[in-house]
């Protein structure tokens, strides 16, 4: 007789998983799902923060002319809360960096149940850290990971080392800064940045743009404008967790 097999520990339990090693990306963002906040009902369908039926969303990069919005839209695995906002700061912030592979899940679970929002995807490429951050460059990690976990090469992503969208200086950091500071902050995030490999690769690409955390979308509103002025035709974001407006 077969023993049954073991359910999933369970988001945030992953390190005592069953299936830490062995599970599928698939598993994984079922599993996640189950704990995890996921985007609210109804919600902005350029940055998917919540909106009462009938009302426009208070986010200012939301009401620009579509020539001066760099992404077309962004969507979000969740909510920037909870078990889930604590896993990515230990991964952010103190380098525990067994939760990339677990974010690698989630994202490529993601692209996996939304086939309408990947049509068209040219390259999946993160909003990438500087070279020399500490404890580690947290996006390239995830990156990496989704890249392995994508078992059946689904979707174009770049292999560890390969990126194509890379950052090659520091810049100043926004968190804890005022208004005025995040998007200078921003403004220089986007002009350290450099597509590797054959520029001409861009020109007319549809781009998904990935990152961990979305707040106000300055900083992908610059990387999204800077894409576009290389010759990307569309820009569309992705992100781990979806920050509540509380404007």
Known sequence: MTAALPNPAGFPD????????????????????????????????????????????????????????????????????????????????????????????????????HSDEMRGVDYVVGNPSHVGRQPLQHIEAIMGAAYTEDVTRAFPLSPPGGHRLVKHAETPRSANRTLDEKRAAATAHAAALTWAGDTSDIKGA????????????????????????????????????RVPWSG
């Open 206 to 241: 549809t781009i998904l743009l990935v990152d961990d955390v979305f707040t106000s979308g300055s900083q992908l509103q610059h990387v999204a404008r800077r894409l576009r002025s290389a010759g990307a035709a569309d820009v569309r974001g992705l992100v781990l967790a």
């Open 14 to 113: 992953c390190p005592m998983c069953a299936y830490r090693i062995t599970g599928t990306a698939r598993l994984c963002s079922d599993c996640a799902g189950r704990t995890l906040q996921p985007v609210a009902e109804p919600h902005c369908p350029v940055c998917s923060q919540a909106v009462a039926s009938g009302r426009q969303c208070g986010n200012r990069v939301c009401r620009l002319p579509e020539a001066e919005r760099g992404f077309s839209r962004v969507d979000a695995v969740a909510m920037y809360s909870g078990a889930f906002r604590d896993k990515i700061h230990k991964l952010k912030y103190d380098g525990k960096a067994g939760w990339a592979m677990i974010f690698g899940r989630l994202l490529v679970g993601w692209m996996e149940s």
